[in-house]
């Protein structure tokens, strides 16, 4: 949700270079794919990223403060892949996600590197990964205040960066992204948290800043409106608690760590993220690491949920969006900016779709029911090439097509068809599969119809034909 003031005061986002690694990408644009291995574990990650702008009426050129970040075989090394979120805040948010997605995977993969006989130095991130995350995200912070180009003053970033290590994965939080884990449990898949959010809801966090300084209260407290004391805060009801300074209305933070944020880390908004580090089991499917225009109003077990019902990491991307979009909407008259990365693991002996291991009667429980078809609001963002890691022989190739300089909207939408549903099944499938491509032929050229209107226009037709076939 970020500051209080970053809602009305942001600029256009300029955008930097991707993070460095093995294979990076950041940035925005059409659902992406890849795919590569984890040969110490015998695992294979596919994945797919998508970030959408989010809707300010107020502002409509503004662009996403969301960065994001994959960067394979990092460090050089056949086993360890990156995968970041950060979320941007304030009115030099953008410029601050993209410095950290670009400070972070330098600063991780140098840590140790000064030590060791004859300056040979040492990987940590190899050795300790959470080690290493504790000390390159404090560094990202201390350089942000430092680099002249970045005004973090009153602007900042949240980061949430999870790292596959053979067959572990470490997953580091600063704010209130969030990354969750699909395990197979009793028959199900449930979420398993990577993350916990920081913010003034949790009593320790709460408590910590009250003890630097700050303030904790929502706007409507800050205004009078209720009673300054109270910290009945409900989730998802009103404005949510704030990290004020004692004799200021700044930073206003919905958060209570961050990178970045100068005059809120003399309150306590700090830098140090908290890491959990969890053994990769045949029972993790996926897991995915999301800004909070995902979670503001989807649960973990939602997200998951959506997840495992499609094959297409590029398709559950696209109907996570779309849900959290529409949403959005529904409670208020915008949308936050959101950024989504999914990552199926998958055994590399049977690199089928998620789950799919557990299609055959396994005494794990019933199959992973997956679906086609069209999610309920089809997600509109600018085409842009994609540049996935070139030289990784097993990754795939991106989805999206055209450059960044095309002016027209591209649909990003799930295949009507799934090629795990024509095995073994009777003909009246195939007949309802073929009924499925035509419908969402007919939506998919709706939307691309509607996509030339303006925004007001287009939600005016969509209540009308919501009246008409309710």
């Known amino acids: 949700m970020g500051c209080a003031q970053g809602k009305c005061c942001v600029p256009r986002r300029q955008r ?65 892949h990156l995968f970041a979120v950060f979320d941007g805040h304030g009115a030099c948010g953008a410029a601050c996600a993209g410095f950290a997605r670009d400070a972070l995977p ?49 602007s900042g970033t949240t980061a949430v960066a999870a790292l596959v290590a053979g067959g572990a994965l470490h997953v580091a939080n600063v704010g209130d992204s969030r990354a969750v884990a699909g395990v197979w449990r009793e028959g199900r ?15 320790d966090e709460r408590a910590r800043v009250k003890a630097c300084g700050a303030r904790v209260m929502s706007v409507e407290q800050v205004e009078g409106v209720r009673d300054p004391e109270a910290e009945g805060w409900v989730a998802d009801e009103g404005d949510p608690p704030r990290v004020w300074a004692r004799d200021g209305l700044y930073p ?15 309150v306590g908004v700090i830098a140090e993220p908290e890491v959990k580090s969890v053994e990769i089991t045949p ?30 990491p590029r398709e559950a991307c696209s109907a996570i ?26 055994d590399s002996e049977n690199p089928g779709p998620a789950g799919s291991q557990k299609m055959n009667g396994s005494s794990l429980g019933a199959p992973i029911a997956l679906r ?24 795939m190739p991106s989805s999206s097509s055209g450059s960044p300089t ?49 925004v007001m226009h287009r939600w005016q037709i969509l209540s009308v034909l919501l009246l008409v076939f309710s």
């Not at 086609?372 to 990754?395: F, I, K, M, W």
């Open 189 to 203: 898949v449930a979420a398993e948290e990577l993350s916990w959010d920081q913010t003034p809801f949790r009593a």
């Open 106 to 154: 330098r600063l991780l993969a140098g840590v140790g590197m000064g030590e060791g006989e004859e300056g040979g130095g040492r990987m940590v991130v190899v050795e300790d990964p959470a080690a290493a995350f504790r000390e390159a995200l404090p560094a990202a912070n201390a350089e942000m205040h430092a680099a002249d180009e970045v005004d973090d003053s009153m």
């Open 372 to 395: 086609t078809g069209q999610p309920e609001l089809p997600v509109y963002v600018p085409s842009e090439a994609s540049h996935l890691n070139r030289d990784a022989a097993t990754e």
């Open 321 to 346: 969006a779309a849900e959290s979009y529409k949403l959005w909407l529904e409670h208020e008259n915008r949308t936050d900016d959101i950024t989504i990365i999914i990552v199926h693991i998958r």
């Open 16 to 80: 930097g270079r991707g993070g460095g690694g093995g294979g990076a990408v950041g940035g925005r644009g059409g659902a992406t794919l890849g795919r590569v291995a984890v040969p110490g574990a015998g695992l294979v990650l596919e994945y797919a990223t998508l970030a959408v702008a989010g809707l300010y009426p107020d502002s409509p050129g503004r662009e996403s403060q969301d960065a994001h970040l994959v960067a394979t075989r990092f460090a050089g090394h056949p086993d360890l």
């Open 252 to 266: 206003g933070t919905a958060f209570t760590r961050s990178l970045g944020d100068q005059a809120a880390e003399a």
């Open 283 to 312: 029972a993790h499917l996926f897991f995915v690491v999301a800004s909070d225009g995902v979670f503001e109003f989807l649960s973990s077990q939602d997200v998951v949920d959506m997840v495992a019902a499609y094959e297409d």
């Open 406 to 454: 095309e002016q027209h909207l591209s649909c990003v939408a799930p295949s009507p068809t799934h090629p795990l549903l024509g095995v073994g099944r009777t003909s009246e499938t195939a007949k309802l599969i073929e009924s499925e491509r035509a419908g969402a032929v007919a939506v998919r050229w709706l939307w691309c119809w509607l996509c030339r209107v303006s």
